[in-house]
């Protein structure tokens, strides 16, 4: 059964930093670009970031390029979001995704002073 | 960047209605849309992956039809555990999601 799930959300003050991780089984990580997707509260989805099986490309949404770095583990099979500078727009629930078919249940980032 | 223009973003229905939700690309994305429905503290559920084909498990009132930059998710009668809100995305090129359609008792 492939599972993803996300941890390390939580309360950051504007202008910390938090990383987030997603553990995945079920299935062969090394083998599968891997994606973020956020939703603020009340709001629809936004995709985030995604990376290579490899690692060796990577793209983001404007709003978070130069903020947010998006890496991945393969040995380790988790894939890893950090999260630089943070705003209070940055307040979301962040799933990690593999593709259309297996999302995780996600992780709650709450940016507030 | 491809942008999703989803309509309507509230639809008020009653059980057994035939609900149609329409999704726009700006430019061409083929088949590579996928239709998800959420509720409140869920993720997305998908429903419809490269646009009709319809996920193993979801009721076959769901349907999916569509290519290029026009697309729709039908329900052909609601039921009362569909009141939720549905969401287009496009994976042609990076993601992008539609703003959202919630389903709303009539």
């Known amino acids: 059964e492939v599972q993803l799930v996300e941890s390390g959300g939580g309360l950051v003050q504007p202008g910390g930093s938090l990383r987030l991780s997603c553990a995945a089984s079920?299935?062969?990580?090394?083998?599968?670009?891997m994606s973020w997707v956020r939703q603020a509260p009340g709001k629809g989805l936004e995709w985030v970031a995604n990376?290579?099986?490899?690692?060796?490309?990577?793209y983001y949404v404007d709003s978070v390029k130069g903020r947010f770095t998006i890496s991945r583990d393969n040995a380790k099979n988790s894939l890893y979001l950090q999260m630089n500078s943070l705003r209070a727009e940055d307040t979301a629930v962040y799933y990690c995704?593999?593709?259309?078919?297996?999302w995780g249940q996600g992780t709650l980032v709450t940016v507030s002073s | 960047d491809i942008q999703m223009t989803q309509s309507p973003s509230t639809l008020s229905a009653s059980v057994g209605d035939r609900v149609t939700i329409t999704c726009r690309a700006s430019?061409?994305?083929?088949?590579?849309l996928a239709w998800y429905q959420q509720k409140p503290g869920k993720a997305p559920k998908l429903l419809i992956y490269k646009a009709s084909s319809l996920e193993s498990g979801v009721p076959s009132r769901f349907s999916g039809s569509g290519s290029g930059t026009e697309f729709t998710l039908t329900i052909s009668s609601l039921q009362p555990d569909d009141f939720a809100t549905y969401y287009c995305?496009?994976?042609?090129?990076?993601?992008?999601f539609g703003q959202g359609t919630k389903v709303e008792i009539k």
């Open positions: 079920g299935f062969t990580f090394s083998s599968y670009w």
């Open positions: 995305q496009q994976y042609n090129s990076l993601w992008t």
């Open positions: 430019q061409s994305i083929s088949s590579w």
């Open positions: 990376i290579k099986q490899d690692g060796s490309e990577k």
């Open positions: 995704a593999r593709d259309v078919r297996a």
